[in-house]
């Protein structure tokens, strides 16, 4: 009765140690898929942590370059608003050109006629005035007439000279000059120096210094100056010469001509 007893006790032990073994076996298996998905998650985490941390960076990067698109714009707005200005300060320069421009026909329609005027009343004058540096004011205002009819020289240049040839004349009214001749008297060629003050009066003196004359612009001859005269001619040819320091001469003068 007692072997059977044990006998049963070991079966049962054995039947229960199996039983436990596979309910071991059955408990294990979900647990290692809880692991397994555990893992995955873990993996499929970091998986998206990593597009997180790139999708991040590269709003980042776009973030940087829009602030420096819209800095470049900000910086090409106020070029192009500066650029703007300056095309519309050229077209109102240019404006003014073409105005200009379009009056030059306008302005020698004007200018050429005077430019003639101009010549015609310095001829007369220099054969109106004393008779110095004759030869070389005609010829200035032959050159004058001459260049008015060339088409090689502009008509700003004409104009400078026909200014330059009056600046000219107006000098000579303000100097003392002395330049060496030939003075025809009674038929003969006598080598004089010819002294002009100014155009207030011409003078002629012979170069031994020993007979000396006076222009009379109403004879259009020369009158003799008297002996006392020579002295102070040749002071004021010595001056003119800057041959003596400045000084003050006493000279007869034409008479003035009365008012008309």
């Known amino acids: 009765m007692s072997k059977v007893s044990n006998k049963t006790k070991i079966a049962t032990a054995l039947i229960g140690a199996l039983a436990l073994a596979g309910s071991n076996l059955v408990i294990a298996d979900p647990l290692s898929d809880v692991q397994k998905a555990d893992s995955k998650i873990h993996a499929d985490a970091a998986t998206s942590q990593k597009k997180v941390d790139k999708y991040f960076d590269q709003a980042q990067d776009m973030l940087f370059e829009y602030g420096s698109v819209a800095d470049e714009r900000e910086s090409l707005k ?36 005077l430019m003639f005027k101009m010549v015609d009343a310095l001829e007369q004058f220099v054969a109106l005035d004393l008779p110095f540096n004759k030869e070389t004011r005609v010829a200035r205002v032959e050159n004058l007439k001459t260049i008015l009819n060339s088409a090689e020289i502009t008509l700003a240049e004409k104009y400078r000279l026909i200014l330059d040839a009056y600046s000219i004349e107006r000098e000579y009214g303000t100097t003392l000059a002395v330049k060496t001749g030939q003075l025809q008297l009674d038929g003969k060629d006598v080598l004089v120096d010819f002294f002009n003050f100014g155009r207030v009066s011409l003078y002629a003196m012979s170069l031994d210094q020993k007979s000396a004359w006076m222009y009379n612009g109403d004879t259009k001859g020369w009158d003799q100056l008297e002996d006392s005269n020579l002295r102070e001619l040749t002071k004021g040819i010595r001056i003119a010469r800057k041959q003596g320091a400045p000084d003050l001469f006493s000279l007869p003068i034409p008479a ?4 008309q």
């Open 256 to 259: 003035a001509e009365a008012a």
């Open 78 to 113: 106020s070029y192009n608003d500066y650029v703007a200005g300056l095309v519309a300060d050229q077209e109102a320069t240019m404006k003014s050109i073409q105005g200009d421009i379009n009056g030059v026909d306008a302005l020698r329609q004007g200018v050429v006629p």
